[in-house]
Nanobody, 122 residues
Framework: QVQLVQSGGGLVQAGGSLRLSCAAS????????MGWYRRAPGLQRELVAI???????RYSDSVKGRFTISRDNAKNTVNLQMNNLKPDDTAVYYC????????????????WGKGTQVTVSS
């Protein structure tokens, strides 16, 4: 079993930056895919970014060019650097991990963090 413990987040003004971190209780080397989802009030969960073992990344169009995902297998961590934040980025962000599959469907992810609030004021 892998537990994902999130940190970071908070309140920031539009144009500001935040960094989310996710620390796994076990090794993430066996997790082919690590990523971040978010859920804004009244909306469905949105896949924000993923990083695959080997370093390939994917981003949603809404965050491309502003967010950067990274992983450190030695430290069992995955981070999301969020720059030029917008009010539309306000959401609860979830760290996710998958042993094998990836995609926009939430059910393909085997492990989820508890979520952390990001609020961007205008």
């Amino acid at each position: 079993q892998v537990q994902l413990v999130q940190s970071g987040g908070g309140l920031v003004q539009a144009g500001g930056s935040l960094r989310l971190s996710c620390a796994a209780s076990g090794s993430i080397i066996s997790m082919r895919v690590m990523g971040w989802y978010r859920r804004a009030p009244g909306l469905q969960r949105e896949l924000v970014a993923i990083i695959i073992n080997g370093g390939s990344t994917r981003y949603s169009d809404s965050v491309k060019g502003r967010f950067t995902i990274s992983r450190d297998n030695a430290k069992n961590t995955v981070n999301l650097q969020m720059n030029n934040l917008k009010p539309d980025d306000t959401a609860v962000y979830y760290c996710v991990a998958s042993r094998l599959w990836y995609g926009a469907t939430p059910t393909v992810y085997d492990y989820w963090g508890k979520g952390t609030q990001v609020t961007v004021s205008s």
